[in-house]
């Protein structure tokens, strides 16, 4: 059943929100990794967001009808795919060139619509098809067009099947988070797989630096850089995931996976906030993404309405 024009609207709204605040992120994180080791930078977003995802569902309202059994099983395995996610994606940007696990991310609609094809038997709406062009096609024209990026700098360095791997693994969790949890509300159902996906990316991260992969900081971080990771951990790992439950609760993992290829663009106007002039590629690319975002809900709100 296509959604209705309110889910539509809800969807659009949450979505974009989710790829402001991993848009912004990117800039962020580029920062604190210049003092700071990744592991410890991905784990501490997962601790961080979890005590303001459970205080969401303490003072959320409880749904109407009783939710079934949790299947602890099934939760291992959604909080096994967020880590697979965060692990694979740790190891494929760093044996990858930043271009072009850039524009394998780019790629992330079209692995998220063959799963689901294949998991649900899924069909997309119209102008799906076009939708999926621009975005995929605007998201490497954005990565391109980065100021100071030297040409034929990039090539395949073994990272980008990790990254792949990666996209489908958080492709998959979307998926059969909405079959399995669905009924205890999206608060509950982000908070209970983030809380389990904390737990192991901690116990992969204990593992890490047991092998000595760890590099721990040299100096306490300053206020400015607090702010930063509270920044990451409260809104990207707490509200963003809340926001991208949502949307694929309302339009489904394809067309949310769209949205997702918006982050780049926000991440462009940040950074030119911070001082950092885009490129005309850049703007190009990220109006082609706008664009074919904005077409498709154009072509699925009036479907609605008829």
Known sequence: MSPSVGALRR????????????????????ALAEHYDNWLLSWSRYILGLPVLWLAVLLSTRPAAAPRPLDWTKLLK????????????????????????????????????LLARAMLGATTPPGFGLTLVL???GGIVVVLGTPGRAAGSFGLEGGEGLLVIA????????????????DRGQIALSALTSTVASVLLGLVCAVVWALGGIAWPTRPPTPV??????????LGVAVAVLLWNTGVSLVGVPVASLFANSAPVFAIGLAALMGREPSWLQVAGGVVVLAGIAQLQIRQTRAARR
């Not at 949450?14 to 790829?19: K, N, Q, R, S, T």
């Not at 959604?78 to 060139?97: E, K, P, R």
């Not at 996209?167 to 669905?182: G, K, N, V």
């Open 225 to 234: 850089e607090w702010g930063m990771v509270a920044w990451i951990g409260i």
């Open 167 to 182: 996209q489908l693994c958080w492709s998959w969790y979307s998926i059969r988070a909405q079959q399995w949890l669905a």
């Open 78 to 113: 959604l909080g096994t795919a967020m880590t697979a996610f965060s692990v694979l994606y740790t190891f494929g940007v760093a044996h990858a060139h930043p271009a072009t696990s850039a524009i394998v991310l780019m790629c992330g609609p079209i692995w998220a619509t």
């Open 11 to 30: 969807a659009s709204l949450v979505l974009l929100l989710a790829a402001m605040i991993w848009g912004s992120m990117i800039p962020v994180l580029a």
């Open 135 to 137: 975005v995929v096609a």
